[in-house]
């Protein structure tokens, strides 16, 4: 289990949102500067935002973990009918909302049933087919091609008082984020998004608000393992596992751990995006996507089942649906929220 929780960690993150067919890199605003020729500048703003991140985990981790046990039990009787109305929310923000809703009944049914069968490390299929191998079948169709990157130094990415809102954003959605079954950083980032609005500077405040919530609800997980025992993330879930209960000491150490890490890796990712940002066109992007999926459906054959490759296509195939749909991907969430919330309503 340990081996698996971390990698499936990071899947939906990395894929959550990617924009239908006609223009797959033209989306999310990311994409969307990465064809403009800025894409080192969009990994800057987004490590910036993780910084940001890092500073709030520093000045209020001890004040989340001594409220939330009661906060927590104050709101466990009515979870299942939070998560209706997240759900029923991020449907009727949808443009085509039937799409919507067929979306995330049908990932819901998947979810529910994976979760059912003898499926060994079951999230592992899961996600990877719905978030991975799908939008990779949908970008070797969309034949992309990727321009001359702009390189510039960290120091020249402009981050000036507009970027008040991003942060606010962050600290608002991420810690409601980092305790409630089925719920992440995807959605934190919609809930964000309405505090930011759809007019922010390209995107720039929404990469920042990114960086920070990434940080905030990984970090945060932990507190929520050490305050109420629930954890809401593979790398939380794989600390337990091996500390058995995560102490107060224990915690420490651990956000200790992410505060020199976090500032270790945002140098690292400068670095690193400096190196791709200069060699990135000359990669080739259909053999990086072909090789891709061959990875995921081995580690899969590797680490799961038949049946969970039966997971894999059956997600595979709905989330190529949601993309061509115009569906957003955060729905394909449902197969974590509709199970949740026949568990908690069953309970």
Not at 19 to 34: I, W, Y
Not at 45 to 68: M, Q
Not at 135 to 154: A, D, H, Y
Not at 306 to 320: A, E, F, Q, Y
Request: glycine share 12%.
């Amino acid at each position: 289990m340990s081996i698996t929780h971390t990698f499936i960690d990071f899947i939906p993150s990395i894929f959550l949102g990617a924009p239908s067919e006609d223009s797959f890199l033209a989306v999310l605003p990311g994409h969307r500067m990465l064809i403009q020729g800025k894409g080192m500048e969009a990994v800057v703003l987004t490590l910036y935002g993780g910084l940001f991140g890092l500073l709030f985990v520093l000045l209020f981790s001890l004040l989340f973990a001594k409220t939330l046990p009661y906060f927590f039990g104050f709101i466990e009787g009515v979870i299942p009918f939070i998560l209706i109305f997240v759900s029923l929310y991020l449907i009727f923000k949808e443009d085509k909302i039937l799409n919507g809703f067929i979306v995330f009944i049908l990932t819901g049914f998947l979810g529910y049933f994976t979760f059912n069968l003898p499926v060994r490390e079951p999230l592992l299929p899961l996600l990877s087919g719905l978030f991975g191998v799908s939008g990779l079948i949908v970008s070797l169709k969309s034949k992309v091609k990727i321009p001359t990157q702009r390189e510039i130094k960290f120091r020249e990415v402009n981050i000036d008082k507009s970027f008040f809102r991003a942060g606010v954003g962050a600290i608002i959605s991420a810690p409601l984020c980092s305790f409630l079954p089925g719920i992440g950083s995807g959605h934190a980032g919609i809930i964000g998004s309405e505090i930011i609005g759809k007019n922010n500077e390209e995107g720039r405040l929404f990469l920042f608000m990114v960086g920070a919530i990434s940080v905030i609800v990984m970090s945060f997980s932990f507190v929520t393992a050490y305050a109420i025992g629930k954890t809401r993330t593979g790398s939380a879930a794989v600390a337990q596992e091996i500390l058995g209960e995560i102490s107060g000491v224990n915690l420490i150490i651990i956000l200790f751990s992410i505060l020199i890490s976090g500032i270790i890796a945002f140098f690292v990712g400068v670095k690193l995006a400096g190196i791709f940002s200069r060699n990135i066109n000359k990669i080739d992007y259909e053999k990086i996507s072909i090789g891709i999926i061959v990875l995921l459906i081995v580690v899969n054959l590797v680490l799961s089942n038949w049946i969970g490759l039966v997971v894999l296509i059956s997600g595979s195939t709905l989330g190529v649906y949601c993309i061509l749909s115009g569906t957003r991907r955060i729905n394909l969430m449902g197969c974590l929220l509709a199970p949740s919330i026949v568990y908690y309503l069953a309970g």
